[in-house]
C-alpha cells in the first residue's frame, strides 16, 4: 500500500488549495478513503470521508461548507479542495485508508494559512 499526498503549500487567509492522493497498491475502487490532519502536539482527527464509489461524503463540523473531498476512481487519486482556508486550518495533511485493524498513511503534506 502506497499513498502519496501532494498540494499542499503557503496561502493567504481566504485562499485555496487542492490536495492529491496517489493510491497505489490496493484495489483503490473498493475503498473507502479519509483525509485527516495533524498540528503539533495534538492529535490526528478527521477531515473528511467518502465511500468508495464516491456517493458518501462527511466532514469534520470546522470545515463543512468550505473542504470538498473527491476521488477519481479511474486514476486511484483522492483530492481535497479546500477554499476559504482560514489559519487555524494550517496543519499537515494525510490521506488515510483503513483495511479492517490497519490504518495505512501517506507521507502527509503541509498547509500553512498565514498572511
Known amino acids: 500500500v502506497r499513498l502519496v499526498e501532494s498540494g499542499g503549500g503557503l496561502v493567504q487567509p481566504g485562499g485555496s488549495l487542492r490536495l492529491s492522493c496517489a493510491a497505489s497498491?490496493?484495489?483503490?475502487?473498493?475503498?473507502?478513503m479519509r483525509w485527516y490532519r495533524q498540528t503539533p502536539g495534538k492529535e490526528r482527527d478527521m477531515v473528511a470521508f467518502?465511500?468508495?464509489?464516491?456517493?458518501?461524503?462527511n466532514y469534520a463540523d470546522s470545515v463543512k461548507g468550505r473542504f470538498t473531498i473527491s476521488r477519481d476512481n479511474a486514476k486511484n487519486t483522492l483530492y481535497l479542495q479546500m477554499n476559504s482556508l482560514k489559519p487555524e486550518d494550517t496543519a499537515v495533511y494525510y490521506c488515510?485508508?483503513?483495511?479492517?485493524?490497519?490504518?495505512?498513511w501517506g507521507q502527509g503534506t503541509q498547509v500553512t494559512v498565514s498572511s
Open positions: 497498491g490496493f484495489r483503490f475502487s473498493s475503498y473507502n
Open positions: 467518502i465511500g468508495s464509489a464516491g456517493g458518501s461524503t
Open positions: 488515510n485508508v483503513l483495511f479492517g485493524m490497519n490504518n495505512y
